[in-house]
Nanobody
Framework: VQLQASGGGLVQAGGSLRLSCAASGGTFSSYGMGWFRQAPGKEREFVAA???????YYADSAKGRFTISRDNAKNTVYLQMNSLKPEDTAIYYCAADKDQTGVYYYSRISEYEYWGQGTLVTVSS
């Protein structure tokens, strides 16, 4: 499975961006998909996830501002980010969990077998 993230860029505080992550080489519709981010000097952290069933999960920092969605026909997962803040500045990574049986530890980095290369989001104040 290969994941290609895109859509990052420079935006002013209060603005919006939509990230995309295109998957290839696997059965996208059966995967759980997550977005994580890593700011300079910090550890990678969970942002949002969507199960193969469509159920969604968010970090507290993302609730009310970010929306994760998936389009199985396009093998793509999206992260719509609104009301962006300077503290949202980070490299954003998409990830795929191919084993959706059992408990889905959606916020754990170790849950995901495949990772994209990341896309940089910079929010200026």
């Amino acid at each position: 499975v290969q994941l290609q993230a895109s859509g990052g860029g420079l935006v002013q505080a209060g603005g919006s961006l939509r990230l995309s992550c295109a998957a290839s080489g696997g059965t996208f519709s059966s995967y759980g998909m997550g977005w994580f981010r890593q700011a300079p000097g910090k550890e990678r952290e969970f942002v949002a996830a969507v199960r193969r069933s469509g159920s969604t999960y968010y970090a507290d920092s993302a609730k009310g501002r970010f929306t994760i969605s998936r389009d199985n026909a396009k093998n793509t997962v999206y992260l719509q980010m609104n009301s962006l803040k300077p503290e949202d500045t980070a490299i954003y990574y998409c990830a795929a969990d191919k084993d959706q049986t059992g408990v889905y530890y959606y916020s754990r980095i170790s849950e995901y077998e495949y990772w994209g290369q990341g896309t940089l989001v910079t929010v200026s104040s």
